[in-house]
């Protein structure tokens, strides 16, 4: 079962914008992370944020948590074409034993 | 060399047939996962271990079968394929519970059954 959803399930940007996602996600968690992957490839990990957190930047890589919403978001700005890729939020629920559970994911595009 | 290793990266097979998926890590991570992917779906737990000893069925085992051979090593097989095992394959490893949480994933094993 899906805990996490991302928001929307598409993004058409032009270069340059900022691009922003959300994810709601259902039970209390331990942390949240967000992933990158490009066309058919390995997820990569962009960042992690606690559930004791409320944001957390890297780079042009902003997280919001709202746990009383059960949400998060992802910001990227001055989105540039080599960010397009779909982005997923994966969740570590408190309940269970340390394993992640991932979103359907954003389909981000950004044009050049 | 990638930290996670998968192979093969694409492989057909005959609905019927037992194949194994193969995934090496040089992480030195304990835990390691098998994930599947299929369009709109995410990415869905198969199997985990936390160690050599210790593999635990994710939320679609049904299928599938895993093996630990050492702390770099964790294959996937599926007994019998089956065409709606068609999909693509990620192994993961983690550094919980000593480093940053996030996990290493490997290229993909994209795996059409006919």
């Known amino acids: 079962s899906q805990q996490g959803e991302e928001d929307p399930q598409a993004l058409s940007i032009q270069e340059g914008e900022n691009a922003t996602m959300n994810c709601s996600y259902k039970t209390s968690i331990n942390n949240l992370q967000w992933y990158r992957q490009n066309s058919g490839r390995g997820l990569v990990h962009l960042i992690l944020?606690?559930?004791?957190?409320r944001e957390k930047h890297s780079g042009r890589l902003r997280v919001t948590l709202d746990t009383s919403k059960k949400s998060s978001s992802l910001l990227i700005t001055a989105s540039r074409a080599a960010d397009t890729a779909s982005y997923f939020c994966?969740?570590?629920?408190?309940?269970?034993?340390?394993?992640?559970?991932f979103g359907k994911g954003t389909k981000l595009t950004v044009n050049p | 060399d990638a930290d996670v290793t998968q192979t093969p990266r694409n492989r057909i097979t005959k609905t019927g047939k037992r194949i194994m998926l193969e995934c090496s890590q040089t992480k030195g991570h304990d835990r390691m996962y098998w994930y599947r992917q299929d369009p709109g779906l995410g990415l869905r737990l198969i199997y985990y271990?936390?160690?050599?000893?210790?593999?635990n069925k994710g939320e679609i085992s049904d299928g599938y079968s895993v093996s630990r051979q050492a702390q770099a090593k964790f294959s996937l097989s599926l007994e019998s394929a089956i065409p709606n095992q068609t999909a693509l394959y990620f192994c993961?490893?983690?550094?919980?519970?000593?480093?940053?949480?996030?996990?290493?994933f490997g290229s993909g094993t994209r795996l059409t059954v006919v």
């Open positions: 994966a969740t570590d629920k408190t309940s269970g034993s340390e394993k992640l559970v």
């Open positions: 944020i606690r559930s004791n957190e």
């Open positions: 271990s936390f160690d050599v000893k210790d593999i």
């Open positions: 993961a490893t983690s550094d919980f519970p000593t480093g940053n949480y996030g996990y290493t």
